[in-house]
């Protein structure tokens, strides 16, 4: 079965930044667009950006351009994402994503969630 | 940036009622429009994908409508492990994909 198995919990100054990782396993991985979402406490999810997991082509939100890097490593088969000069307002739960059965761009299987903290 | 809107905030109802939450988008999606529930503590679900189509392994009582700028979610008969908050997804705008701020479903 699809499994996606992310990293723990980060702790992290402003200013710093914070990779957080997804291991995929249950299927071929190099099939499937991967996204990453997050969520603040008590807020919408927010989208972050895509990645071609066969090519590594990235797309991102502009809100994140310039601020986030999403790679992949496909022996691995583990998704990364980066975020730089963090601030407070950073602190959420970040979510990888897969894209569903027939319903790319919508993410039909996902991650547990990292937390990461920004705090002084 | 497209921004969608769910009504109501939050939706009252018991065990087995017809739930009906509804997502407004501020400019078309097309049918590029997704369905999520979320629990606390847990990752969002997806049930409904363009528009109207069910999810791998998601019950024939979710169903979803819409098309352009307004859709619906409708629960035909209320499970109690369906009391939730749920969200609306847009793909229409690639990358600026975005979501609804949510409907509580609560009992």
């Known amino acids: 079965q699809v499994q996606l198995v992310q990293s723990g919990a980060e702790v992290k100054k402003p200013g710093a930044s914070v990779k957080v990782s997804c291991k995929a396993s249950g299927y071929t991985f190099i099939r499937y667009s991967m996204h990453w979402v997050r969520q603040a406490p008590g807020q919408r999810p927010e989208y972050m950006g895509w990645?071609?997991?066969?090519?590594?082509?990235?797309k991102y939100s502009q809100k994140f351009q310039g601020r986030v890097t999403i790679t992949r490593d496909t022996s691995a088969t583990t998704l990364y994402m980066e975020l730089s000069s963090l601030r407070s307002e950073d602190t959420a739960v970040y979510y990888c994503?897969?894209?569903?059965?027939?319903?790319?761009?919508?993410?039909?299987?996902w991650g547990q969630g990292t937390l990461v903290t920004v705090s002084s | 940036e497209i921004v969608l809107t769910q009504s109501p905030a939050t939706l009252s109802l018991s065990p087995g009622e017809r739930a009906t939450l509804s997502c407004r988008a501020s400019?078309?999606?097309?049918?590029?429009l997704a369905w999520y529930q979320q629990k606390p503590g847990q990752a969002p679900r997806l049930l409904i994908y363009d528009a109207s189509n069910r999810a791998t392994g998601i019950p024939a009582r979710f169903s979803g409508s819409g098309s352009g700028t307004y859709f619906t979610l409708t629960i035909s008969s209320l499970e109690p492990e369906d009391f939730a908050v749920y969200y609306c997804?847009?793909?229409?705008?690639?990358?600026?994909?975005?979501f609804g701020q949510g409907t509580r479903l609560e009992i």
């Open positions: 997804q847009q793909r229409g705008n690639w990358p600026q994909y975005s």
């Open positions: 990645i071609n997991a066969g090519n590594g082509d990235t």
């Open positions: 994503g897969r894209d569903g059965i027939r319903a790319d761009g919508y993410m039909g299987y």
């Open positions: 400019q078309s999606v097309r049918n590029y």
